[in-house]
């Protein structure tokens, strides 16, 4: 019973041009979603937040939007650089609005690659 | 900055053996957590713990222990180490409601 989904294992696009990664889930509890980024050999670094109040949350070239009826979340990144190619985790929490809740459930990830 | 430290990098043991993974940090934080990776299957939380001497099972803790008798750090004990075990393993911390906060890893190979 995957709750966090994210269908697409890999992406590709070209420097300059935007990257979009989107992410499903189907526990209407959730209330409060994350994006991190991974590099090979590192830890997850958090990336950009949304809480379910809000349907857009901006933070320099990465935008994050929620479309709560359909259940769906999208990282847009623009311009996308070769630096943002890492593996992007989606994350949600039910725990009302303390974000960053004590149990996270993510989804599989994409692999964004961004060739110069 | 918050600093998540894992004590290995790469670990390698045998099976059957028993298998400490520490994770400290440096912050204070209330909530630390363990998880796994694995390709394909994204992370996958194995235990979390909310205070001192607090531990919560998460979705795959079975083969697994933990430990937390100071604050600032959070082990992972695999009983009876076997080859399924072997992959990422990572330690996070988090405090108030902010996001949660990762180590490096621990690559882990039973053999």
């Known amino acids: 019973d995957q709750q966090v989904k994210q269908n697409s294992p890999s992406l590709s696009v070209q420097e300059g041009r935007i990257s979009i990664l989107n992410c499903d889930y189907t526990?209407?509890?959730?209330?409060?979603f994350l994006w991190y980024k991974k590099y090979p050999a590192e830890g997850p670094t958090f990336l950009i937040s949304?809480?379910?109040?809000?349907d857009k949350n901006e933070d320099g070239r990465f935008t994050v939007f929620l479309n709560k009826s359909a259940k769906h979340l999208s990282l847009h990144i623009v311009p996308s650089q070769p630096g943002d190619s890492a593996v992007y985790f989606c994350?949600?929490?039910?725990?009302?609005?303390?974000?960053?809740?004590?149990?996270?459930?993510f989804g599989k990830g994409t692999k964004l690659t961004v060739n110069p | 900055d918050v600093k998540v430290t894992q004590s290995s990098r790469y670990l390698v043991k045998r099976t059957g053996e028993k298998v400490f993974l520490e994770c400290v940090q440096d912050?204070?934080?209330?909530?630390m957590f363990w998880y796994r990776q694995d390709p394909g299957l994204g992370l996958r939380l194995i235990y979390f713990?909310?205070?001192?001497?607090?531990?919560e099972k998460g979705d795959i803790p079975e083969g697994y222990s933990v430990s937390r008798e100071k604050k600032e750090r959070f082990s992972l004990i695999l009983e009876s180490a076997s080859t399924n075990q072997t992959s990422m393993y990572l330690c996070?911390?988090?405090?108030?409601?902010?996001?949660?906060?990762f180590g490096d890893g621990t690559r882990l190979s039973i053999l």
């Open positions: 996070a911390s988090r405090a108030g409601d902010q996001p949660q906060h």
């Open positions: 526990n209407s509890m959730f209330d409060y």
């Open positions: 949304i809480s379910s109040i809000k």
């Open positions: 994350a949600a929490s039910a725990e009302g609005l303390s974000g960053g809740s004590e149990k996270l459930v």
């Open positions: 912050m204070d934080h209330e909530n």
């Open positions: 713990s909310y205070d001192v001497k607090m531990k």
